[in-house]
């Protein structure tokens, strides 16, 4: 069973265009990510929810809006797509409230603007 | 604020030879370190974390990785490399801030294994 999941894997589109990804964890975690990460592999958060609560918003501009319907998925919603867009978006989820909890990851979305 | 650098951006070892990848933080409390490997098109999978007790941590596909406060160093290591572990490996520091957790990535080093 995929922990956490992620679709669409890949995603081409024309600049301007809007498009959403979708991220869904079947591990009863609190706590879900988005990371981008660029072509040099540069990982960086985005945003972070619990329980369905913005609680990290790192100055993503503001054509990226994430919504959290329920505890178990975390969307992400971008508006007039840019060329500097194309990256691989991954989800990630967190469960508990140790320190030391890791994250798990899901397989990516490969997003290019065209 | 928290950073990880990770100095080695490729490392070419050859099977069968032993592995270590540098990972220096910055962090003024006591860091919670991660090693996370990314295999080609996949996400990031956890190998180990640190974040108290005995400085040297075991992890999954048997590597290790070792916590040295005075050098602010978490390199991770492995005595014999298989073809299979060839990948993106990412150093990462976490903070707590009220209850939740941010975590910040080193670059990566992309590990190339030769036969």
């Known amino acids: 069973d995929t922990a956490v999941s992620q679709t669409p894997k890949y995603l081409v589109t024309q600049m301007g265009n809007d498009k959403s990804i979708k991220c869904e964890q079947n591990l009863g975690h609190d706590t879900m990510y988005w990371y981008k990460q660029d072509s040099k592999k540069f990982l960086k958060i985005m945003f972070s929810y619990n329980n369905k609560e913005l609680i990290i918003n790192e100055t993503v501009p503001n054509r990226f809006s994430p919504k959290s319907p329920d505890k178990a998925h975390l969307n992400l919603h971008i508006n007039s797509l840019e060329l500097g867009d194309s990256a691989v978006y991954f989800c990630?989820?967190?469960?508990?409230?140790?320190?030391?909890?890791?994250?798990?990851f899901g397989p990516g979305t490969r997003l290019t603007v065209l | 604020a928290q950073s990880v650098t990770q100095p080695d951006i490729h490392i070419t070892v050859s099977e069968g030879a032993s592995l270590e990848l540098r990972c220096n933080y910055s962090?003024?409390?006591?860091?919670?370190l991660f090693w996370y490997v990314q295999s080609p098109g996949q996400g990031l999978q956890l190998l180990l974390k640190y974040f108290s007790g005995d400085t040297l941590v075991q992890g999954i596909k048997g590597f290790e990785a070792e916590f040295k406060r005075s050098q602010s160093s978490f390199n991770l290591r492995k005595p014999s490399v298989h073809w299979s572990d060839a990948a993106e490996y990412f150093c990462a520091v976490g903070l707590s801030s009220g209850g939740y957790q941010k975590v910040t990535f080193g670059t990566g080093t992309k590990l190339q294994v030769i036969p």
């Open positions: 962090y003024g409390a006591t860091p919670y």
């Open positions: 990630a989820s967190r469960g508990g409230s140790g320190r030391a909890n890791e994250q798990f």
